[in-house]
């Protein structure tokens, strides 16, 4: 269709550009004779988007965006050309006008598929209040759904007969191409005949943005009719990834509070609606996708989602947590108690009591980090395993700032220190890096590796391999490490029994030595190469034995002193193999 440039110029000037922009829930100031904001359009703390009320005209000094009331619903609407104008103009109830010999219909299927739907739900609407709507009456008043309800999100039913939509809709001259298109009727296999998609159900019209029907949900009245909710296929009007239910409904509300409440239901949403909370909102059977978070951030910053207390809603709940983290939003999560969905919970607790059940909301990332702490055992593998799930979606946050918080967070709750923290995080984005990279990775503890890194090795193994402390022990001195920080710790290791080691846990260590502590967890926490612990020690007690006898030579002021230094050395040496050979004898029992 073509509209002329006077209706547009026309539509145009009759929108009042503050009000438009101020109803998608953007605050703005009026800054002189014009208005500022914080731009829709991008991220910033500072407004730089500003409206003039008299030219009808916004711009965005930080991103330039710019132009009317129409380019504004193109742009934060997502809505086409035409779409915006038909918008505006009904906004302002201006009758649509087109320029001579211009067609209403640019795309003749789209517009009479569109048709098919709007007649189709009319008829199921009337369905529902004559005596073929008798049992999905009594359905609803059952259920307690007032009849503002019906009204307001349009209810309906189909007839239980097989053509009974059919007949009606091509009695309008509705094209049983246009029938098939929006999934209205399907093609018998067996006799090729045609037959309504929904039959015996109670109708629940999908509106898009612009309050036009797309498709159905439908749900059985009868227990014996399976399945028990029903949706439309995927067609050129309904792709169930991109509708949310309830958000034409509530728009006003949602673009206000800038808020939404994701529940699971059709009539979950109604019951919402019914008390007060217009912002609730529900996927058409399917779960949230980053495609319906992308509907989200155009008119919400922060977003509730309820959930059935049972092990399946508990499980749904931390599968959502997982997609909401890497977006820029606020998210919580609300289970429900056992045994209760939204609509019931209502029903039984009322407005006051769901009130006080948004109070008590968890944030999500602290919904998903106590869920993952719950899967596995209280111990340092257990933290660990918990970690290694939530790596992936911490590595999805693109914003540094909001990824290095998460991390904070997580940190906090798991009590894992942020190095192995950042340090983790960072091997799991570069985990396609060669083995043999990894393999030379030197811990962060060390500043001199060449000397540190047998010395990080055994003390890493020895945690794993409680029992070999008491040989150890016997066997090394702290002295014998070159690198402070490592001796300094198993100095600390030392003072500790034996007996701590048989069945080492190092978060008995979290509340007496915090410090001591940490450097076990690092130390648990940093991968090492499989190899014999045993020549670890061996190295450390041969490198000084080097260093030692370096020292005797340099102390020596006669041949007789020097000697007596080289037999020293071999006595150490003879000792060493005594010591490899106890070693070794335990390690193969």
């Not at 006595?571 to 390690?587: A, D, S, V, W």
Request: contains cysteine; charged residues 25%.
């Amino acid at each position: 269709m073509q509209f002329s440039k006077s209706f547009i110029r026309k539509v145009a000037d009759a929108t009042n550009l503050v009000d438009l922009i101020s109803e998608h829930g953007i605050m703005l100031k009026r800054a002189g004779t014009n208005y500022k904001g914080l731009c829709p359009f991008h991220a910033e703390k500072t407004p730089s988007f500003s409206v003039n009320p008299v030219r009808g005209f916004f711009h965005c000094f930080g991103c330039n965006a710019s132009g009317d009331g129409i380019k504004f619903l193109i742009q934060y609407d997502r809505l086409s050309f035409t779409e915006a104008i038909e918008e505006l103009a009904k906004r302002a109830n201006i009758p649509l006008e087109f320029e001579s010999g211009s067609s209403r219909r640019k795309n003749p299927e789209e517009d009479s598929g569109l048709r098919c739907l709007r007649e189709a739900a009319t008829f199921y609407r009337k369905k529902l209040t004559s005596p073929a709507g008798e049992s999905a009456l009594r359905y609803l008043h059952q259920r307690s759904v007032p009849e503002s309800m019906w009204e307001l999100f349009q209810l309906g039913v189909s007839a239980d007969g097989w053509q009974d939509a059919l007949n009606h809709l091509q009695q309008n001259k509705i094209s049983v191409k246009d029938l098939l298109q929006t999934g209205l009727i399907k093609i018998s296999e067996k006799s090729g005949r045609h037959y309504d998609t929904f039959r015996g159900r109670l109708m629940f019209p999908i509106r898009d943005i612009r309050g036009r029907c797309i498709g159905f949900g439908a749900r059985s009245i009868k227990p014996e009719d399976k399945p028990k909710y029903l949706n439309s296929p995927e067609t050129l009007y309904y792709q169930k990834s991109h509708v949310l239910y309830g958000l034409y409904e509530g728009l006003s509300s949602i673009r206000k509070l800038r808020r939404l409440i994701f529940v699971e239901g059709y009539l979950d949403v109604m019951r919402l609606h019914e008390n007060g909370f217009t912002d609730a909102v529900a996927t058409c059977g399917t779960a949230l996708t980053p495609d319906h978070l992308k509907i989200v951030r155009r008119y919400a910053d922060t977003v509730i989602l309820l959930f059935d207390g049972d092990t399946a809603g508990k499980n749904a709940a931390l599968r959502h947590a997982h997609l909401l983290l890497p977006h820029a939003l606020e998210s919580y999560i609300i289970t429900l108690p056992e045994g209760d969905d939204p609509d019931t919970f209502l029903l039984k607790q009322g407005k006051a009591g769901f009130e006080e059940l948004l109070e008590r909301k968890t944030p999500a990332i602290d919904y998903l980090v106590q869920q993952t702490i719950n899967k596995y055992p209280n111990s340092i593998q257990g933290r660990m395993q918990g970690l290694e799930e939530l790596l992936p979606t911490l590595n999805e946050i693109s914003d540094p700032k909001r990824r290095q918080l998460s991390l904070m967070a997580i940190g906090e709750r798991m009590k894992i220190p942020a190095e192995i923290l950042s340090r983790e995080l960072k091997r799991k984005a570069n985990k396609n890096l060669s083995n043999n990279n990894n393999d030379v990775k030197l811990s962060r503890l060390s500043n001199n590796p060449v000397v540190s890194q047998d010395e990080q090795w055994l003390l890493q193994s020895l945690l794993r391999k409680g029992e070999m402390w008491p040989l150890v022990r016997e066997h090394l001195i702290p002295e014998e490490f070159r690198t402070p920080h490592f001796q300094q710790l198993y100095a600390k290791l030392l003072q500790l029994p034996d007996a701590a080691f048989q069945a080492f846990d190092p978060l008995e260590l979290e509340q007496t030595d915090p410090e001591l502590f940490q450097s076990v967890m690092l130390l648990l926490t940093e991968e090492i190469p499989s190899h014999d612990f045993s020549l670890s020690l061996m190295r450390i007690k041969e490198r000084n034995l080097d260093i030692n006898f370096q020292e005797w030579l340099l102390s020596s002021n006669s041949d007789e002193e020097r000697a007596r230094a080289g037999l020293k050395r071999r006595k150490e040496e003879m000792k060493l193999k005594e010591i490899k050979k106890i070693f070794n004898n335990i390690l193969t029992l």
